[in-house]
């Protein structure tokens, strides 16, 4: 399960909104060992495209020396879906090469529902997780 305080959520749906129609993305980091996100990283979409993210290498690169730096992990890798539901494509089974991290999709489809859905991506393997949101 994940636990996500209420501004984070609000955080990463504010991102995902202004980002539309591309797909927006990033890393909420957390004390390493905690699985409890803290601190929110939104990302550039190096790809910047409405079916594709990629986070900049050099950017990927500063944000993991920043976390080795503060003995954070990446808690959440987050990244939305524009005209699909927040569900994983292959492309991001494929990519996912963090086992602890919780992987967040949201949707952006619809400008008035809020569809936020997190997920645990290992080997391939996609198992949905709830989602506890607490303020």
């Known amino acids: 399960m994940l636990t996500i305080r209420r501004d984070l959520v609000d955080a990463i749906v504010a991102h995902a909104r202004k980002d539309h129609p591309d797909e927006a993305c990033g890393v909420i980091a957390g004390p390493a060992g905690s699985d ?34 503060r003995d954070e992990e990446p808690v959440v890798i ?37 569809e936020f859905r997190s997920f645990r991506i290992v080997d391939g393997e996609v198992i949905e997780e709830e989602v506890k949101v607490v303020d």
């Open 36 to 69: 409890r996100p803290e601190r929110f990283i939104p990302m550039l979409n190096a790809a910047r495209s409405p079916t594709f993210y990629e986070f900049d290498s050099m950017d990927l690169l500063q944000l993991y020396r920043e976390m080795d730096d």
């Open 78 to 114: 987050y990244h939305s879906h524009t005209a699909t539901e927040a569900y994983p494509s292959r492309t991001d089974i494929s990519y996912a090469s963090e086992p602890h991290a919780h992987y967040v999709l949201v949707s952006t489809r619809d400008e008035h529902e809020e």
